[in-house]
């Protein structure tokens, strides 16, 4: 058992516990076996072993650090990092490209993907917040990409946008059911950095790099990471659309070639001339909350995966709920664009430390808005079962519900769905 947890555990401690186990053990047989050879009644020469029996144990400790230093590939996961590949599938959804159809699979994994540990930590059991990878601004009718895809220069530290005070720290390590490259952080994400990545002969410092889209990659590969992320608080100010490339600023009202006419009509029947940016995403929220329903099963890829999902099917996993929201935002001059990543993260405690831990099943979709003034910073995603996004701003209160019962939490900072 102590061998197992050894093997497996990401923990240095328990290599050293192994250790410590197989010398008391030596020593235990070895005893065992002089007091077998002992006459009955007669006492055990414990003395007079010990001196032969600690010299032998110690030849065996030095001869196994011996062989561990020459052939680390053979043996490091024993005391090394958790780099194991574990079973199943790894994969997190992350890729250049998110594409509309097919059937999800995804939030059926339950495999545990990230653990993190938050200063300061809300100190709530299912953390009520949004962990995002990447943003997609062209939809071309199929698929979600970007509209700038350069590579910035790698560095062992990035920052994505200013940082301001108290700010949220986290230690983030991403466990190798996560399969990806790409660092996630809490919405909304400052600085990342002091990357390692783990692998099968032991860990290195890795560089970063800033993709098109707000992605941040490993510039190495590694079975599983861990590094460090800097949000900002709750509440406070995002992006502004001012400071956005021109192309991404045009990217976010572009519209697919072909969209059905029907997008735009219902979107401005819903919205009942309404203009007001933050007004508009929450009627629509309530709309599409109210109308359609969230599944996995889908019957695969169709000419107008939008259009099916919103006058044929009306049933749609979050892809499709957070698209239709996007483009029909987009249809009334409204600035969207679409983003991926995680949502909640449970609490696991223990004697001394506390984290979070994410699971394949909170991986998300949802629309972030862009706007240059105060009222609106990002779309977030709905709770749980629900992809439906939510709308932000910092000066309200925050809503999420789910579709199985429509629950509602509050929390300090905004969004509406």
């Known amino acids: 058992m102590v061998a197992g947890g050894a093997a497996l555990s990401g923990e240095l ?15 235990a047989l070895a005893l065992g076996v002089v007091e077998s050879a002992v006459p009955e009644g007669e006492p055990v020469p414990v003395r007079a072993v010990m001196g032969p029996l600690a010299m032998g144990v110690g030849f065996a400790v030095v001869g196994a650090v011996a062989f561990f230093i020459l052939f680390p590939r053979l043996n490091w996961n024993m005391i090394g990092p958790g780099a194991s590949p574990g079973l199943g599938v790894a994969t997190a959804g992350f890729s250049n490209t998110v594409r509309l159809g097919g059937a999800g699979t995804i939030k059926g994994n339950p495999r545990i993907v990230l653990r993190a540990t938050l200063t300061p930590d809300p100190e709530k059991e299912t953390l009520d917040a949004y962990w995002v990878g990447r943003t997609y601004d062209v939809f071309d009718g199929m698929e979600w990409s970007n509209a700038r895809a350069t590579s910035h220069g790698s560095e062992f530290m990035t920052t994505l946008r200013p940082g301001q005070e108290n700010l949220v720290h986290q230690h983030v390590e991403l466990m190798p059911a996560y399969g990806a490259r790409t660092l996630v952080a809490l919405e909304t994400p400052s600085r990342l950095g002091n990357a390692v990545a783990n692998t099968q002969v032991g860990s290195r410092r890795t560089q970063i790099h800033e993709l098109g889209g707000g992605e941040v990659r490993f510039r190495d590969s590694g079975i599983s990471y861990s590094y460090e992320a800097y949000s900002l608080p709750p509440g406070a100010s995002g992006d502004d659309v001012q400071d956005l490339p021109p192309e991404e600023q045009d990217a976010l009202l572009s519209l697919p070639e072909g969209l059905d006419v029907r997008v735009g009509q219902t979107a401005a029947r819903v919205l009942n001339g309404e203009r007001d940016p933050l007004a508009a995403a929450r009627k629509l929220s309530a709309w599409l909350q109210r109308e359609y329903s969230y599944t996995l099963e889908l019957s695969g890829d169709v000419p107008d995966p939008v259009a099916d999902f919103l006058f044929q099917r009306k049933q749609g996993h979050c892809e499709h709920f957070a698209t ?17 990543g995680f949502f909640g993260g449970e609490r696991v405690t223990g004697a001394t430390w506390s984290a979070r831990v994410m699971r394949m099943p ?6 972030r808005g862009a706007a240059s003034s105060p009222w609106t910073r990002r779309r977030r995603p709905t709770a749980r079962a629900s992809p439906l996004a939510c709308w932000s701003s910092s000066s309200t209160s925050m809503k999420s519900w789910s579709r199985s019962g429509v629950t509602s939490s509050w929390t300090t900072t905004s969004a509406i769905s």
Request: overall charge positive; hydrophobic content about 55%.
């Open 362 to 367: 909170g991986r998300t979709c949802w629309c």
């Open 13 to 27: 401690v328990y290599g050293l516990f192994l250790i410590v186990f197989g010398v008391l053990a030596s020593i």
């Open 324 to 340: 239709a929201l996007t483009l029909m935002l987009r249809t009334q001059g409204m600035r969207a664009r679409l983003a991926t």
